[in-house]
């Protein structure tokens, strides 16, 4: 939603929201939680930006008190502006010293190019130096309105608590944006390409290779995770020489023949759109034989499916969304994303049903829908001077059989 010289608001406004409101001072907003036994933070992705509070059960009105607050009257003055500018900057000095994060986000850059989708969450440091008041006061007004709002609660809450004290607190949040217009969001459009960022002096190199996909209402969803289990992930690090042993044939070749550091399968999600692929780090030398095994467990997928490695994948996919339930910052935000994307709660039990019904065919269509002879969009950032070009990776994505 947000165009490129507008680029980062969104992520500059979560910090401004905790500088105080009329009513609470940021000291006294901050005596306040940790007079609660509370935890107040917030987070912001491409699609999404969530509050959260966590307490315990009795303070539940006054930490819905304390969000509304924020939300609603918090004080944006110039001199908070300009006094946040270095806190993002130096946040953004230490994003860029994480290579998994510069990684993925080069990888947007290349596979959306030209679209909202492809600018990076903090933005650029260009925009971040001259976002003014004007433009985060504009960003509100479009941006916060009730139909974009969800409101969610896991652990220790009544339901009827919680729609009392949000119709109370929220009730007044305006139901369209204050110029009337409706919000446009611009279509994602993804372009095969690739980026490279070739540092030679670095001891390890970290590579995304990635196909686009249809995005989270799509019926594709579930085979897609079901394959994103099979393929695997790896660690040399936490699984101790263990991979060698694994049923995916991917993650066992790298481990016998020691390809890479770690390899890990990704679905990423978006509500039109979505990222489906490997994320790698390798030394410098045997690049070509890890690209060449990756696109070939992936392009397998369209040929032939194993039953018993689905059948594998599918329990251990049913296990990892029970295991999730344990934790109620997981639970709550799950159920916000799945209202933002779906309308509705999707209850574990259906979950796990439509996993069940996840087969063979449903994975062999499904890979050959998004992998076979398909465009991809990769990233590598390090020592990439083995790494294969962009033609002999897209001739990987289908086989000649006679």
């Not at 969610?152 to 608590?161: N, Q």
């Not at 699984?239 to 390809?259: P, Y």
């Not at 030398?285 to 059948?311: P, R, S, W």
Request: charge should be negative; aromatic fraction near 8%; charged fraction near 25%.
């Amino acid at each position: 939603y947000q165009r490129r010289v507008h680029g980062g608001v969104a992520h500059f406004l979560e910090h401004m929201f905790f500088k105080g409101t009329s009513k609470r001072t940021r000291h006294s907003l901050e005596k306040e939680v940790e007079n609660m036994g509370a935890h107040l933070n917030a987070y912001t992705s491409r699609e999404q930006t969530v509050f959260y509070a966590k307490c315990f059960k009795q303070d539940v009105p006054q930490a819905m008190d304390i969000l509304s607050d924020i939300l609603q009257n918090s004080q944006i003055t110039k001199q908070h502006i300009e006094n946040e500018r270095g806190v993002i900057l130096r946040e953004m000095e230490e994003v860029n010293n994480q290579l998994e994060e510069v990684v993925f986000d080069r990888l947007h850059e290349t596979a959306y190019r030209g679209c909202s989708l492809g600018q990076t969450i903090l933005g650029s440091t260009e925009n971040i130096k001259k976002i003014s008041r004007e433009d985060i006061m504009e960003y509100i007004s479009k941006h916060y309105t009730a139909d974009r709002m969800v409101i969610c609660g896991a652990g220790a809450v009544d339901h009827e608590e919680l729609v009392q004290l949000s119709s109370k607190l929220l009730g007044n949040v305006p139901s369209q944006p204050a110029d009337g217009k409706e919000v446009i969001k611009t279509p994602a459009r993804f372009t095969g390409s690739d980026i490279r960022v070739r540092f030679d002096d670095m001891p390890a190199c970290h590579i995304v290779y990635a196909f686009p996909t249809a995005g989270w209402t799509d019926p594709d969803n579930f085979p897609l995770m079901v394959i994103q289990t099979m393929l695997g992930t790896w660690d040399r690090a936490s699984t101790a020489g263990t991979g060698v042993h694994s049923s995916s044939k991917l993650v066992s070749t790298v481990a016998e023949q020691d390809l890479a550091h770690s390899v890990m399968c990704f679905n990423t999600l978006y509500s039109d759109t979505g990222l489906f692929g490997v994320y790698a780090v390798a030394d410098p030398v045997g690049q070509n034989e890890l690209i060449f095994h990756i696109c070939k467990n992936m392009t397998a997928l369209c040929y032939h499916v194993d039953d018993a490695l689905l059948e594998e994948a599918k329990n251990a996919l049913k296990m990892n969304v029970l295991a999730h339930l344990d934790n109620t910052t997981t639970v709550c935000e799950d159920i916000g994303r799945q209202l933002l994307t779906y309308g509705r709660r999707m209850h574990p039990v259906e979950m796990l049903a439509r996993i069940d019904a996840v087969d063979a065919s449903a994975v062999k269509n499904c890979a050959n829908r998004y992998f076979y002879d398909r465009d991809f969009a990769l990233a590598a950032v390090g020592p990439c001077y083995e790494l294969p070009d962009y033609n002999f990776m897209r001739r990987k994505t289908y086989w000649l059989r006679y």
